[in-house]
């Protein structure tokens, strides 16, 4: 379980990423600690806004570079710094080593070309190969994400597609050169239920198959629960707790945490009238340059005067369980 | 909630066609899948008619009617249509038929070349602006403001004017003339399709697709020659098409101004300044040539009109 032991795949240590806005500079990520493992999936939750999303993109350094710059921090990939990389080396990792999809499957393929033809650009676009064989790479993939008749379907334009198979093409895509880390953002969040649990069941089935670690980031605490070995929550743009799924839910630490596990509808309490669903008070925070101390300390219930003064740091307070509140 | 729900059952929901059995393939490549599409589009498709039907007219016409283009006859002066002179003859008994045919060659050339070189230069200063964006694209830009506050008919009349007999020394004066005139009529009609391509690149750039990717490794110039481009064309070509209309009607004003191809050189512009003064007496003659510029500048847009359809893989049809 604990892939720390090893080296880590991705290993993202005090990232900090700021917008400048003509209103002032946007902390959206400020300070992030993180690492998965090889073949591991990490989730990544926490609310709109919180900076999960901006991290991934920093990642793969998809951020629009101005108005976007990466303040400090560094980026270990198999201990190699991304940081520094440029626009060419950035693209010889993208998808080779690090994938991406989107949340919004509707949009996120290209309505002229057929679906085949974008697999397999991507295909030749990273790996010498033929016409031919990238297109029978295409169909193989199709398969692979159990698209019916592949080699049918492999001529079909986007629009021909649902949404959840639109995600599966996109799975597809970025697949299709082997990488070592799928990062998820939000995959299911655009589509229904159902869809949703057939999504997340073959992004297992797919990492099992090609052994890759996955970045899961949702806001869904079901779907983390579902999918993840590990979760990170974060806040505000910073990480606030970091555990095992199992130690998450049993034992929440931060106020925060324990609040989002509070506000997940829940069957079994639904037929008692009296318990109502608990939401958390208030709103996250600007990012537009925020006061000093600890940044949910204007909507957590056990705050002191300690909280505004300095921001607590990220400890590991039992093995593999880290947190960062000052009441531990 | 995983695990609960199993991939339901995936099968093909028209077909009902399991997985495991291998459909046959059903190539439909993009071009007839746009072949297709333009087919339903009927105002397009009988203009597309006309159009070919006056290009194979134009060309092929003077091998098959062979009356010379300049040949004299005050006997058979500003006569109606006859079956010796189908569409008449002038006020110098030259026949109208042979002059329509050899004028329409040089009009749908000056179009067609006009509007290719006016999208090609429109499409890569708007790319290029669209791509760059800050200082190039503001360059760009301002370049393009310029030529279009440019009081466009005084100035082309003034290049031709200078420009003219020298080329024609060059490039003989029928070349000399056409090139003058394309680049002329192409240099002032860029902007539009300029300014059109950048827009439609601002809005596409950041589109999900292009994220993907760029986030999948593709590298700037697939970005905009993959990703990009193929989906700003759409309103490119009908931009396009309305480019060659207006640079026949370019043209017909040039010549009807007396300043495009020498006056011996007839084309339908050409034919209607010289028919102006007859129009009480001989109005066919106007008439034909009007008629001419009229019809192909209108099936041109219409094809335009169904380009835009049938390039469109969004639409349903």
């Known amino acids: ?328 | 909630m995983a695990g609960s729900t199993r991939a339901s059952p995936i099968v093909e929901p028209a077909t009902g066609v399991p997985i495991a059995v291998a459909a046959p393939r059903r190539h439909v490549t993009p071009g007839r899948e746009a072949w297709r599409r333009f087919r339903r589009h009927r105002l397009a498709v009988l203009s597309a008619g006309i159009l070919m039907t006056m290009i194979v007219a134009v060309v092929f016409g003077p091998l098959i009617w062979r009356v010379p283009i300049n040949e004299i006859d005050f006997a058979a002066m500003l006569e109606s249509p006859s079956w010796a002179h189908p569409l008449g003859t002038d006020d110098l008994g030259q026949d109208l038929l042979a002059r329509m045919m050899y004028g329409g060659r040089i009009s749908l050339a000056v179009g067609l070349a006009a509007m290719t070189m006016a999208v090609v230069v429109g499409t890569l200063v708007g790319a290029v602006a669209g791509v760059s964006r800050g200082r190039v694209d503001a360059g760009l830009m301002w370049l393009t403001d310029l030529f279009l506050s440019l009081p466009q008919l005084p100035l082309l009349l003034l290049i031709i004017y200078l420009f003219r007999d020298s080329l024609k020394e060059v490039a003989g004066p029928e070349m000399g003339t056409f090139v003058l005139i394309v680049v002329v009529i192409g240099g002032f009609r860029w902007m539009p399709v300029a300014r059109l391509v950048r827009a439609q690149f601002f809005s596409l750039r950041e589109r999900d697709f292009v994220e993907a990717a760029r986030a999948l490794g593709a590298s700037t110039l697939r970005q905009v020659v993959r990703h990009i481009l193929p989906n700003a064309l759409g309103p490119v070509i009908v931009a396009g098409t309305i480019d060659v209309a207006a640079a026949i009607i370019a043209e017909s004003t040039l010549s009807f101004l007396g300043l495009g191809f020498p006056p011996d050189i007839p084309t339908w512009g050409r034919i209607l300044y010289d028919a102006k003064d007859y129009l009480d007496v001989a109005p066919h003659w106007a008439l034909f040539a009007g008629g001419a510029i009229f019809l192909a500048v209108l099936s041109i847009n219409y094809i335009g009109d169904g380009l835009r359809d049938a390039l469109d893989p969004r639409r349903v049809m």
Not at chain 1, 209 to 216: K, T
Request: net charge negative.
């Open chain 1, 1 to 328: 379980m604990d892939a720390r032991t090893a080296e880590p795949l991705l290993e993202i240590s005090g990232l900090k990423t700021y917008f400048k806005t003509d209103d002032g500079t946007v902390r959206a990520v400020d300070g992030v600690d993180l690492a998965i493992g090889r073949g591991e999936v990490l989730g990544v939750v926490g609310e709109s806004g919180c900076g999960k999303s901006v991290t991934a993109h920093t990642v793969l350094k998809l951020i629009q570079m101005p108005p976007g710059k990466i303040n400090d921090g560094r980026i270990l990939w198999q201990g190699r710094d991304l940081v520094p990389l440029d626009l060419e080396e950035m693209r010889k990792i993208r998808s080779k080593e690090i994938a991406i999809i989107f949340q919004e499957p509707m949009t996120s393929l290209n309505p002229v070309y057929t679906v085949g033809e974008q697999i397999a650009e991507v295909v030749r676009e990273h790996e010498h190969a033929s016409r031919r064989e990238a297109l029978d790479r295409a169909v193989e993939m199709l398969r692979l994400v159990q698209i019916p008749t592949p080699e049918r379907r492999v001529h079909d334009y986007p629009h021909q597609f649902s949404g959840g198979m639109r995600q599966r093409v996109m799975i597809a895509m970025a697949l299709s050169c082997n990488p070592k880390l799928l990062i998820a953002d939000e995959p299911t969040t655009a589509l229904d239920v159902t869809i949703q649990a057939q999504i997340l069941d073959l992004l297992g089935e797919m990492k099992e198959r090609f052994g890759m670690a996955i970045m899961l980031i949702t806001h869904d605490m079901g779907v983390v629960a579902e999918t993840a070995q590990r979760v990170v929550v974060m806040y505000a743009g910073r990480v606030v707790e970091e555990a095992s799924v199992e130690e998450l839910f049993d034992r929440p630490l931060h106020p925060y945490t324990q609040g989002l596990i509070r506000s997940i509808p829940r069957v079994d309490r639904a037929a008692d009238q009296r318990a109502r669903l608990e939401a958390i008070s208030g709103t996250v925070p600007s990012l537009l340059d925020p006061p000093p101390g600890c940044r949910f300390a204007a909507r957590c219930k056990f705050a002191t005067a300690a909280c505004t003064q300095a921001a607590p740091d990220l400890r590991e307070v039992e093995p593999g369980h880290k947190v960062a509140c000052i009441l531990y």
